[in-house]
């Protein structure tokens, strides 16, 4: 049996909340999920949420951005995981386009190619026709082109 949420004032509310922003970039779904955890609806909750959005606590184009940056950079994530992952969110159009902006061109395809090293490293026979379509089914889940990934597995 669940036991009963206590009652939380829009204050403590606000202060967990500031913490919860603090701590690491949220998008604007994460933090009315967690107020609606904490008991807190309606007015209260769109009140505290205009009041993050002010006292800069809540960005949601700074959110999409360091998303970007990180998945890309720790993960080796691809655009367009990267853009399903955001879309998932909630997050806007505008805050994707600048989101992508976070990843150069140069990296993203020097990241593509060490992957595909990486992975045929792996492989007895990297070249034939069956591992290479192993490799490019990899590299498009992980989220890259698949026009990008055939062009680049073709000059390896």
């Known amino acids: 049996m669940q036991k009963p949420k206590k009652y939380i004032s ?3 509310a606000l202060k967990k909340l500031q913490r919860y922003c603090a701590y690491q970039d949220r998008c604007h779904a994460e933090v009315r999920s967690k107020l609606l ?3 807190v609806y309606g007015d209260t909750l769109e009140q505290i949420m205009a009041e993050l959005i002010t006292d800069n606590f809540l960005n949601e184009e700074r ?3 360091s998303y970007a940056r990180g998945k890309f950079n720790i993960k080796k994530w691809g655009r367009t995981r990267i ?8 997050i806007t159009d505008y805050c994707i386009r600048k989101a992508m902006e976070e990843i150069e061109e140069e990296d993203y395809e020097q990241t593509l190619h060490q992957l595909i090293e990486k992975k045929a490293a792996q492989m007895e026979d990297p070249f034939s026709f069956q591992n290479k379509a192993k490799i490019a089914t990899f590299l498009i889940r ?3 082109e698949s026009k990008l990934v055939w062009e680049a597995i073709k000059t390896y």
């Not at 853009?83 to 909630?90: D, G, W």
């Open 10 to 12: 829009a204050v403590d």
């Open 37 to 39: 955890d904490l008991g």
């Open 63 to 65: 959110f999409a951005r």
């Open 83 to 90: 853009k399903q992952e955001l879309k998932k969110r909630k």
């Open 142 to 144: 992980r989220g890259f």
